[in-house]
């Protein structure tokens, strides 16, 4: 874009954030009514499929509970990282067109899950989970609203690279 006129605010792809804090909204209050109204653990568990409860349960590390076992160090890492992520798709987002849509939902859920997860870290300590899908005795790790809303924005951060590009046909 150095040859271009920078985007306005109106132009750009940061008018999609409005999704983020759609999703961020979203998330929290999920996690407040699982808190509020469910028992935490196995034992706590709502079965409402035959491969799928809803289960509370705490995970103080990453995806997979990476780190978890750890003194603590990791919610501040993991907090920075997110910042430092979001603030880069926030940049990027002001260098894209409003009308690319793909690429602006998928950063804007993207930044959206983050966010929410970072609230969790810093307000309580860990992040809350409340989504568990099963196969017989495999347990999927349980996951949230922004652990989704993570995923399928990279998904489509990852199909966008296989689209044909209108500038690739020329």
Not at 42 to 50: K, M, T
Not at 71 to 95: E, H, N
């Amino acid at each position: 874009m150095s040859n271009e006129q920078a985007l306005s605010i109106k132009q750009s792809g940061v008018r999609w954030l409005w999704l983020a804090v759609v999703m961020f909204i979203a998330d929290i209050a999920i996690k407040l009514v699982v808190m509020d109204n469910m028992v935490y653990g196995w034992n706590g568990r709502i079965e409402i499929l035959p491969f799928f409860n809803l289960l509370y349960v705490h995970n103080y590390g990453a995806a997979f509970s990476f780190l978890s076992d750890q003194a603590g160090w990791q919610r501040w890492l993991f907090t920075g990282i997110a910042f430092g992520v979001c603030g880069m798709l926030t940049y990027w987002m002001s260098k894209l067109p409003a009308k690319e849509k793909w690429n602006n939902i998928a950063y804007a859920l993207i930044i959206g899950g983050a966010m929410g997860n970072v609230f969790d870290r810093v307000v309580h300590g860990f992040v809350v989970d409340y989504l568990d899908v099963f196969w017989g005795n495999y347990h999927w790790p349980a996951f949230n609203l922004a652990d989704s809303a993570i995923c399928i924005g990279a998904a489509m951060i990852i199909l966008d690279g296989f689209r044909k590009k209108e500038s690739d046909e020329k």
